[in-house]
């Protein structure tokens, strides 16, 4: 059992030199009492192979998922697998998120400052240029978003899996990220079931480096035609989401499917 530790939970696949960028960060953060899980989605471009001097080290702890799970699948593994290990608490990122130094000790400062009454954090997530990341911006509500920080700690209801901190407990009263997912939504799901419960916030002393390709969110009508099969998940997934969220929910769906259409 792992009394009062953190899992830093990362999930990785076919992107071995941001994942090996990605650990060494982790390794360069200021707070030192937490361990590293990799979970690998089964990549085929030898990303055991280029991390196993870390593995070898015992630096971190890697798992192959045996086949590509997606996204969902990866973090709903990788979660499960912290909760079953005895973690009180799991810090989830992709490969290519890039924690500054003080992350996590920004979270654990954060964390006592509430008194331990929250269902999650979330870091703020910068791209590459020092701007917000825009398809990792928290929302203040269902349909707002969090723009800018008035405060360290401000409420919201939903958060990306790029840098999120969750008590085991939680996880145990809520249940993990829904694996058939696949991709997409997944984390908005996961945040939002907690923030239905329990108060959540995203503490802009908490910095992540998000390295995407490029600084745009999820857009169909921009989409590469060898990428368009992906927005299946997506719509299907948000349907799910805001169907639970009852009329308002779905007035949302209602209003921004003709929206997507108009930019197609």
């Not at 702890?61 to 079953?84: K, P, V």
């Not at 085991?168 to 990220?177: D, E, R, S, T």
Request: hydrophobic letters at 40%; charged letters at 25%.
């Amino acid at each position: 059992m792992k009394k009062n530790k953190i899992a830093a939970v990362v999930v990785t696949y076919n992107r071995k030199e941001l994942l090996c960028k990605c650990i060494e960060k982790l390794l360069d953060q200021s707070y030192k009492n937490f361990d590293i899980l990799i979970i690998d989605n089964h990549s085929t471009d030898g990303t055991k192979e280029e991390i196993s001097s870390y593995i070898n080290e015992g630096v971190i702890n890697y798992h192959d998922t045996g086949s590509n799970l997606g996204g969902a699948g990866g973090f709903n593994y990788g979660i499960r697998l912290a909760a079953e290990e005895g973690y009180s608490f799991v810090w989830v990122m992709d490969d290519d998120s890039m924690p500054k130094s003080e992350a996590l000790a920004q979270f654990i400062e954060a964390g006592r400052s509430l008194n331990g009454r929250f269902g999650f954090l979330s870091s703020r997530v910068l791209w590459t240029d020092g701007n917000p990341c825009k398809m990792n911006v928290q929302r203040r509500t269902l349909t707002k978003n969090l723009l800018e920080f008035e405060n360290d700690i401000e409420p919201v209801v939903i958060a990306s899996f790029v840098s999120m901190f969750i008590p085991v407990k939680i996880v145990k009263k809520l249940g993990l990220p829904i694996k058939e997912f696949f991709i997409w939504t997944d984390d908005w799901e996961f945040s939002r079931r907690i923030s239905r419960k329990y108060p959540c916030y995203a503490i802009r002393s908490s910095v992540v480096i998000h390295e995407t390709v490029e600084n745009t969110g999820a857009d169909i009508s921009r989409s590469p035609v060898e990428k368009l099969d992906r927005f299946a998940f997506a719509y299907r997934n948000e349907v799910y989401l805001y169907k639970r969220e009852g009329i308002k929910g779905i007035i949302h769906i209602l209003l921004r499917t003709p929206l997507h259409l108009f930019r197609v």
